[in-house]
T-cell receptor, first 117, second 112 residues
Framework: AQKVTQAQTEISVVEKEDVTLDCVYETRDTTYYLFWYKQPPSGELVFLIRRNSFDEQNEISGRYSWNFQKSTSSFNFTITASQVVDSAVYFCALSDGYGGSQGNLIFGKGTKLSVKP | DAGVTQSPTHLIKTRGQQVTLRCSPKSGHDTVSWYQQALGQGPQFIFQYYEEEERQRGNFPDRFSGHQFPNYSSELNVNALLLGDSALYLC???????????FGQGTRLTVV
């Protein structure tokens, strides 16, 4: 069965600290996609990144970076020099690879990040 | 360009009633997916519509049904509401199979 585990329920940091959000996934598919979404208090899910199972290169986008390791089935997300605006719930998700569609996303339970000034 | 819009924003219903939630996809998007998010949980996939047909379905009972119209907008219907149906219902739209999905702000349904 496919599953996404985000073991950290809540994390609290002080502004400018670096923070890493952990994500571990389970799947029997050889082709799959991994995602990170941000959910601010407004409720809307904001897409951050998609990574396919054949691309293990780490990615950096501004203060955000992602570390994908198939050997440990992990797809961790690091925010460098955190800011108050980064406060939100962050979800890691897995797609079953059905045509690459982002339908049928399997989400973790989320990690609530609080960045204090 | 409006993003994904959902209506209503909030809704209170009584057990046993029926409810219809609506979603207008982002302009140009033809695929709509619905998710249920209980408090403190991650979203769970309900179903996806493409070209007015249900393409995929998650592990939800038949009380949950949907429809997609020719203009790609979509409705989610839930019959015989249970207290456990109280949740945030999210709609996401995308173009074809392999593009980013945009989410709406959701409809908060409370069943009393």
């Amino acid at each position: 069965a496919q599953k996404v585990t985000q073991a950290q329920t809540e994390i609290s940091v002080v502004e400018k600290e670096d923070v890493t959000l952990d994500c571990v996934y389970e799947t029997r598919d050889t082709t799959y996609y991994l995602f990170w979404y941000k959910q601010p208090p407004s409720g809307e899910l904001v897409f951050l990144i998609r990574r396919n199972s054949f691309d293990e290169q780490n990615e950096i986008s501004g203060r955000y970076s992602w570390n994908f390791q198939k050997s440990t089935s992990s797809f961790n997300f690091t925010i460098t020099a955190s800011q108050v605006v980064d406060s939100a719930v962050y979800f890691c998700a897995l797609s079953d690879g059905y045509g690459g569609s982002q339908g049928n996303l399997i989400f973790g339970k989320g990690t609530k990040l609080s960045v204090k000034p | 360009d409006a993003g994904v819009t959902q209506s209503p924003t909030h809704l209170i219903k009584t057990r046993g009633q029926q409810v219809t939630l609506r979603c207008s996809p982002k302009s140009g998007h033809d695929t709509v997916s619905w998710y249920q998010q209980a408090l403190g949980q991650g979203p769970q996939f309900i179903f996806q519509y493409y070209e007015e047909e249900e393409r995929q379905r998650g592990n939800f009972p038949d009380r949950f049904s949907g429809h997609q119209f020719p203009n790609y907008s979509s409705e989610l219907n839930v019959n015989a509401l249970l207290l456990g149906d109280s949740a945030l219902y999210l709609c996401a739209s995308s173009l074809d199979w392999n593009t980013e999905a945009f989410f709406g702000q959701g409809t908060r349904l409370t069943v009393v």
